[in-house]
């Protein structure tokens, strides 16, 4: 009987050796960095999200403040950790085009005092990407005055395809192999675009699997406002149009803020420059790493619709609004 128990045990310990879905139900969970997220389990998601308290003194988020849905169904909320600022690992694309001659120098200048004021060279890294007669990339680098160099030596052109651009920015992140980053693109375009290699919903399928949130920085003017590029009233706000983007947003009544998790700022003046950098700074500033567990018990073999909503007053949130496991996300 002894040598009958001590096969039985042996079997069951070469199954959780060879079965680590088995070996994950019955041992504790192992520790994980805070930023490991995406994390993906059958029990546990985790997402990074932006959550701005109006009051400074009512900075501390608990669970209860926040309403978790996936695919339709109510989460568990399990934590809620401040990350605050974490080292960011950011592109950024400028188009060049010149339909909007007067926006260039704007968009120039916009982008230049972006990078010197929300880039810390001591912590973040990034590289350009140029949209122009071609699709051109610079070296990874934290010095954010390079990129800023490389950017006031561009001349309004003939331009590419954006959507390109971006999936080579995207591409180049989703191969990146750290963690404890934040991934963010910083889009400057007046919205017009060519046809390209790639299409619009590739380049949102590309970001979703890279986690990366994308910020766009565009001016709104009269051009752009009769051929609709920018759909009006209230469930737009901050969302780039479908003919500026393509699909990267979903077309959904009561949405205020782009699929990815990022912004959409429209920018005419100093004044409102100022505002959409001081904001962009904010968000950064203010990123939590939510932990909930869904309904049910499935195999994370494929995307999930989430919803992220505030239960508090003064809390308002970024998230991006699809979840991608990492076993599918290379």
Known sequence: MAKYALIRRTIASLALLTNPFLAAQQ????????????????????IVI???????????????????????????????????????????????NNSVADSFKFREREATILLSKAVNPATDRGWLVISGTAVLESPETADPQSIIGSITQQIPGTSSSVYDAMEGC?????KANTEQEFRAMLLFTEGENKP???????VLDTALRSRTHIYVFSKMHDAMQS??????GPN????????????????????DSPFTGGRMFESATNKQMESAIDQLSEDLQNLILVSYRPAGVAPDDHRHNIEVKPRVKGLSILAP???VPPAIAQ
């Open 170 to 174: 995207l591409l180049r992140m989703l």
């Open 227 to 232: 051929n609709d590029l920018f759909p009006s």
């Open 236 to 255: 737009w706000t901050n969302v780039p149009g479908p003919n500026v983007l393509g699909k990267l947003v979903l077309n959904l009544p009561g949405l």
């Open 321 to 323: 609004m699809q979840y």
């Open 27 to 46: 041992s504790d969970a192992p520790s994980q960095s805070p930023l490991a997220a995406p994390v993906s389990t059958t029990k546990t998601h985790s």
């Open 196 to 202: 390209g290699h790639f299409a619009p919903t590739e």
């Open 50 to 96: 932006t959550a701005i308290k109006k009051k400074a003194s009512e900075s501390v988020l608990i669970p209860t403040d926040f309403e978790v849905k996936e695919d339709g169904n109510p989460a568990t909320i399990t934590e809620v950790q401040k990350l605050g600022r974490l080292p960011l690992h950011y592109c950024v694309v400028f188009d060049t």
